[in-house]
T-cell receptor
Framework: GNSVTQMEGPVTLSEEAFLTINCTYT??????LFWYVQYPGEGLQLLLK?????DKGSNKGFEATYRKETTSFHLEKGSVQVSDSAVYFCALSDPYGSEKLVFGKGTKLTVNP | NAGVMQNPRHLVRRRGQEARLRCSPMKGHSHVYWYRQLPEEGLKFMVY????????ESGMPKERFSAEFPKEGPSILRIQQVVRGDSAAYFC????????????FGQGTRLTVV
């Protein structure tokens, strides 16, 4: 079945540090790939997405590239801010049927001043 | 345009009671998805509904759980005879098309069973 594996947290960084959160997936067909962010006590917000191989999604300084050959969609940001502290979820869409989302377990990021 | 509204935000139930979780989709959205987030886990799909129809319930536990999305009013996720293992955050997402990937999420209902 479809699955998403993302790096275990928590991740703690200093402000302006470089961020990478690894995400790999297993899927039949050609899913779309997503990163969602969840701030404390809130619901999920779509951060970025990519719908086909070699697409790069980007938003708010975050980037991720859909790598079909390595089945990966790693999240990167060149310089994190305290306000980026949140839980980040990698997800894929089920390309058949209802297009429900399959999520990784999430990675908690804390950015210290 | 108001976002996806879920209520209540927090719900406490004793074992054996019923829990009803409500989700009002965004205006113009006729597709609703329910997800459950257990502590320290990612979100798990439960059910996908359109108005008056259950399209995909492959993630729903076989017993005690049911969902509906009537022609009028919010979508309801109902849990009968709750047990401690039902304690979780339940999120609803809505979309205008069968494109769950473009879904917008509500803030969730945090159910605690005592």
């Amino acid at each position: 079945g479809n699955s998403v594996t993302q790096m275990e947290g928590p991740v703690t960084l200093s402000e302006e540090a470089f961020l990478t959160i690894n995400c790999t997936y297993t899927a039949t067909g050609y899913p779309s790939l997503f990163w969602y962010v969840q701030y404390p006590g809130e619901g999920l917000q779509l951060l970025l997405k990519a719908t086909k191989a070699d697409d790069k999604g980007s938003n708010k300084g975050f980037e991720a590239t859909y790598r079909k050959e390595t089945t990966s969609f790693h999240l990167e940001k060149g310089s994190v801010q305290v306000s980026d502290s949140a839980v980040y979820f990698c997800a894929l869409s089920d390309p058949y049927g209802s297009e429900k989302l399959v999520f990784g377990k999430g990675t908690k990021l804390t950015v210290n001043p | 345009n108001a976002g996806v509204m879920q209520n209540p935000r927090h719900l406490v139930r004793r074992r054996g009671q019923e829990a009803r979780l409500r989700c009002s989709p965004m205006k113009g959205h006729s597709h609703v998805y329910w997800y459950r987030q257990l502590p320290e886990e990612g979100l798990k799909f439960m059910v996908y509904l359109q108005k008056e129809n259950i399209i995909d319930e492959s993630g729903m536990p076989k017993e005690r759980f049911s969902a509906e999305f009537p022609k009028e009013g919010p979508s309801i996720l109902r849990i009968q005879q709750v047990v401690r293992g039902d304690s979780a955050a339940y999120f609803c997402a809505s979309s205008p098309l069968q494109a769950g990937t473009e879904a917008f999420f509500g803030q969730g209902t945090r159910l605690t069973v005592v």
